[in-house]
């Protein structure tokens, strides 16, 4: 079955500092991966998509990897701010047109 | 939330009434998604429509029905709703159906 496993479910870092969130996915044929951020109340938000034959993207303090051989991306954030604290979803999508969507790690910036 | 409205934003509603939900978009997209999005769930796909009056069922299309009869305009409809379909409903977009898809902010319906 195809699966999108994210870890952790919810971190706590303090402002300035970084993190890391996990994706692991079972998804096969695979296109592209994609990682939204979703404010609370709001709908989910693109910040990258990496293909097989990409292995890191930035966008800002956002910078994601992508291992397509173990089939693990992640997304770093740096430096962050209060307004990182969000949802963040990990998105992959099946050679077709299907998405596949992680359940979101939450993460909650602190002052 | 580019171009993409959902009304209402938020209902309370009693088991068995029929409920429409109403996605309404300004980017002239082909492709509209219905999703519910649940705790210790990620999103899951309703329907979706690729085209005036083309749609097709997603993962969890039971006990809803969608129309599209404009290009701008996706309704998802509860016949009767249950308890089981409280949940946030995100409405989106695409202009093919293998690119990003853009995402409404969301109703909240609450059915009791």
């Known amino acids: 079955k195809n699966q999108v496993e994210q870890s952790p479910q919810s971190l706590i870092i303090l402002e300035g500092k970084n993190c890391t969130l996990q994706?692991?996915?079972?998804?096969?044929?695979?296109?592209?991966l994609r990682w939204y951020k979703q404010d609370t109340g709001r709908g989910p938000v693109s910040l990258t998509i990496?293909?097989?034959?990409?292995n890191t993207k930035s966008n800002g303090r956002y910078t994601a990897t992508l291992d397509a051989d173990t089939k693990q991306s992640s997304l770093h954030i740096t430096a962050s701010q209060l307004s990182d604290s969000a949802s963040y979803i990990c998105?992959?999508?099946?050679?077709?047109?299907?998405?596949?969507f992680g359940k979101g790690t939450t993460l909650s910036v602190s002052s | 939330d580019a171009g993409i409205t959902q009304s209402p934003r938020h209902k309370v509603t009693e088991t068995g009434t029929p409920v429409t939900l109403r996605c309404h978009q300004t980017e002239n997209h082909r492709y509209m998604y219905w999703y519910r999005q649940d705790p210790g769930h990620g999103l899951r796909l309703i329907h979706y429509s690729y085209g005036v009056k083309d749609t097709d069922k997603g993962e969890v299309s039971d006990g809803y029905s969608v129309s599209r009869s404009k290009t701008e305009d996706f309704l998802l409809t509860l016949e009767s709703a249950t308890s089981s379909q409280t949940s946030v409903y995100f409405c989106a977009i695409s202009v093919t159906g293998a690119d990003e898809q853009y995402f409404g902010p969301g109703t909240r319906l609450t059915v009791t």
């Open positions: 998105v992959v999508r099946e050679a077709g047109t299907a998405l596949i």
């Open positions: 990496m293909t097989f034959s990409e």
């Open positions: 994706c692991n996915y079972t998804v096969s044929p695979f296109s592209n």
